[in-house]
């Protein structure tokens, strides 16, 4: 089901602080901040080998990742896998009675199509499973 490790998402405060910290320090470039309105942040991601990784701001203090913020601070946040049919995997999660967060895919950054697995049942782990747009 699983291909790869598309991102680890990181919480931050501040991604201007946080891109010009991997930027400066570990040469990389984070591409142009998007904001996904629904899930109530703003996001940007850079390339790691065939992984990325995607620093999250949330845009308001009672969005999922504010909440986060609030109660854990900084820090990993979710790791998100790629698939080639995420409503199968859904599916398929689902009679397996695998908790999710989000039965039907959502729109996520960069116009793929995202579901979040609830990380009470994946080990304390948020996982997001994000299937690319043909
Ligand atoms: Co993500």
Do not use: C, W
């Not at 400066?24 to 992984?51: C, H, K, L, R, W």
């Not at 854990?72 to 859904?90: K, Q």
């Not at 398929?92 to 695998?98: E, F, M, N, P, Q």
């Amino acid at each position: 089901m699983l291909s790869r490790i598309y991102h680890l998402g990181y919480a931050v405060e501040d991604l201007e602080t946080a891109s010009r910290f991997y930027r400066d320090n570990f040469g990389v470039e984070p591409g142009e901040p998007e904001i996904v309105q629904e899930q109530g942040i703003i996001a940007t991601m850079f390339e790691v080998g065939e992984s990325m990784i995607e620093l999250v701001q949330p845009t308001r203090p009672d969005s999922p990742v504010g909440k986060f913020l609030a109660k854990r601070g900084e820090g990993f946040h979710h790791v998100a896998f790629e698939v080639d049919d995420l409503e199968a995997a859904l599916a398929d999660l689902k009679s397996r009675g695998v908790e999710l967060i989000d039965e039907t895919p959502r729109i996520g950054a960069g116009g793929t199509r995202m579901a979040f697995v609830h990380p009470k049942g994946a080990f304390g782990v948020l996982t997001e499973l994000v299937e690319l747009p043909r």
